[in-house]
Each structure stands twice: as structure tokens, then as C-alpha cells.
């Protein structure tokens, strides 16, 4: 996909709108192969590892950013740093999120190869001090899902959720959280807009995406 003008930057949230840019109704999409930066762990995401997680994605992220000051790229194009992300799963409780599971990630452009991912690991490591062996470069197509627009605190998010799972059964579709599509697990996904430190809980925006097949 391209972006107009030329000279602009490359911002996944205007190229690929269907994905980042939802209206606060359930929609089917498809989602196609995207590259990420990711980090797995477990527990409630107020709690030291995925605060921890987040710390390692965005130094990492503006490390690849930055890249072309450093390294002779010759494939490089200028982008926005997109918006974080997370897939959740092992708990159906959502209220509960202690048993919680997850892969906090922040989607990167396809120059991004293995070979620039470690130069950014070995980056980040010996000047921010930032330990990134957990880190990994994915990529994945995500596939048939079904998403909205949640304005509001996370701990709303069952209302929205929802709406979705009517959709879902009212389109002929079946949820597919758990499921697998190419070696990838399916899992429910939560795409972060708003920077809760700077944004009051009822106008937090959240897309909720619930992978779907059709029956």
C-alpha cells in the first residue's frame, strides 16, 4: 500500500485505516500480514513485567526509527511510530485480570529485517541499559476478525465486547479465540490509542478485536 503525498510519512494508521482507524460499531475486516516487535509474559498489565515490556518495545521502536542516522539503509522510509498493541488470553474473566497472559507488541514496517532487529537489541542494551532478549521480531497475518471502537475506562470494555459477539452470531460467523491460522494462535486483541497517563479513563480509545470464521 502506498500514502499520498510521496514526501509523507509512512503511518499505519492512515495506510492501513480498516485496521487502526474503526468507528465505535462492530465491523469484519481482514487483517493482513503485518510485522511487529513483541514481548511475552503474564499478570495484570498495571504490574512491573509488562510496564517493563512496554519500556523494552518503545526503546526498541524508536531505536529501528532512528536507524538510518546510524546504518547505511538503503531500503529505509520515514514512519510514525504506530500505536501499542496486545494480545490477551488464559483467563475468560476480563474483570480479572491477575491470570492474565499476553504479547504487549507495536507493529513495525517490512524494512525492519532480523538482521536490523539485533543490530537494535545490541543498540538499546549497551546505551539506554535496557536488558531485550525477551523481545522478538514476528510476523503474522491476523485474518478474518471482527473490531470496534471502545471510548472508555478498560474495565468497560465487557459492554463493547459485547456488541461484538452480537455481531458475530447475527453475520453467521464463529469466534475464533484460540484457534490457529498459519502457526499463529488466534487471541483476543486490544490496540491502544489513548496514553493513559495523560487522558482521563472515560475518554480512553481502545479497538477491541475478536478474531472470527466464518461457519
Not at 25 to 34: A, I
Not at 79 to 101: H, I, M, Q, R, T
Not at 172 to 196: A, C, M, V, W
Request: with cysteine.
Amino acid at each position: 500500500m502506498s500514502q499520498n503525498p510521496a514526501s509523507a510519512k509512512f503511518d499505519f494508521k492512515k495506510v492501513y485505516k480498516d485496521c487502526y482507524a474503526p468507528k465505535p460499531k462492530p465491523l469484519k475486516l481482514f487483517v493482513p500480514m503485518l510485522s511487529f516487535v513483541g514481548v511475552q509474559g503474564a499478570g495484570k498489565p498495571n504490574e512491573s513485567a509488562y510496564q517493563a515490556a512496554l519500556q523494552t518495545l518503545y526503546a526498541l521502536s524508536y531505536t529501528l526509527k532512528m536507524s538510518k542516522t546510524t546504518k547505511a539503509l538503503k531500503d529505509y522510509i520515514e514512519y510514525v511510530v504506530p500505536p501499542l498493541e496486545s494480545l490477551w488470553w488464559g483467563n475468560e474473566d476480563l474483570s480479572n485480570k491477575a491470570n492474565f497472559k499476553w504479547q504487549a507488541m507495536i507493529a513495525q514496517p517490512d524494512f525492519i529485517a532480523q538482521e536490523l532487529f539485533e543490530w537494535a537489541q545490541k543498540e538499546v542494551q549497551s546505551k539506554k541499559g535496557i536488558d531485550c532478549s525477551s523481545a522478538r521480531l514476528l510476523r503474522f497475518e491476523e485474518g478474518l476478525c471482527v473490531q470496534i471502537l471502545h471510548t472508555g475506562s478498560y474495565d468497560e470494555e465487557t459492554q463493547s465486547l459485547a456488541k461484538i459477539e452480537d455481531f458475530i452470531v447475527h453475520n453467521g460467523l464463529q469466534n475464533d479465540i484460540g484457534g490457529t491460522k498459519d502457526g499463529f494462535t488466534r487471541r483476543h486483541h486490544e490496540i491502544y490509542l489513548s496514553n493513559p497517563n495523560k487522558t482521563p479513563a472515560h475518554k480512553l480509545k481502545t479497538i477491541l478485536r475478536i478474531p472470527v470464521r466464518e461457519k
